[in-house]
């Protein structure tokens, strides 16, 4: 990795974790040349605007999260083991955050609601990888006898996220873990005694 690149990803790092904290409206270019302790121009050098930095800080935070899937997924085979392995990046995240702040893809859908459509366009695609994550495992699982037949997919994945993702905002405002931990008892009881064959 050249230095330059490396300077880059290091602006991607501390911007992703300022952005994830204060949000891409609250965080000022003033902001991200005191995290990252470079000049305007250092930060110009490698992003066109505060926009361009800001979607690519939003799709560096969400490879880091992606990164903890695979990971997490490895030497997985059983569709029960994979949907609980995917659980288990929620729990992980709490107590040892891929980046500060709180899950950035919940922060960005949030806030990019209409004030930032290439950001909401951004945040639904990463939805929509998770989204399809979940399902793959759920056909794979229902195509090898592992899941019942009947679970419909992308019904199960909507309320999977949604239960991960407010169980998430809940331990957040509270600094408490108990409301995630309560929603991954209850997914990985919900998976083992609904979903398995």
């Not at 880059?8 to 974790?17: F, G, P, W």
């Not at 951004?122 to 979940?134: C, E, G, I, L």
């Not at 993702?165 to 997914?187: Q, W």
């Amino acid at each position: 990795m050249s230095k330059g690149e490396e300077t880059k990803e290091r602006i991607l790092h501390q911007a992703a974790s300022l952005f994830n904290t204060q949000g891409y409206a609250g965080a000022s270019i003033s902001d991200i040349m005191r995290v990252t302790g470079l000049k305007k121009g250092g930060i110009y050098n490698h992003f066109q605007s505060k926009d361009e930095l800001a979607l690519q800080a939003f799709d560096y935070a969400i490879d880091l999260i992606r990164q903890r899937y695979g990971d997490a997924l490895k030497n997985k085979r059983h569709a029960v083991e994979r949907l609980q392995a995917i659980i288990s990046v929620f729990s992980a995240n709490i107590e040892n955050p891929a980046i500060e702040g709180g899950c950035p893809l919940m922060n960005a859908a949030v806030e990019s609601d209409d004030a930032h459509p290439m950001l909401r366009q951004r945040a639904q695609t990463a939805m929509d990888s998770w989204r399809n994550m979940v399902c793959k495992v759920i056909q794979k699982g229902i195509a090898r006898g592992e899941i019942r037949p009947e679970v419909k997919a992308d019904e199960v994945a909507s309320v999977m996220i949604s239960l991960l993702e407010g169980a998430v905002m809940m331990s957040k405002l509270y600094d408490d873990s108990t409301h995630l931990d309560r929603a991954i008892d209850h997914l990985n009881s919900y998976i083992k005694n609904e979903l398995q064959t």
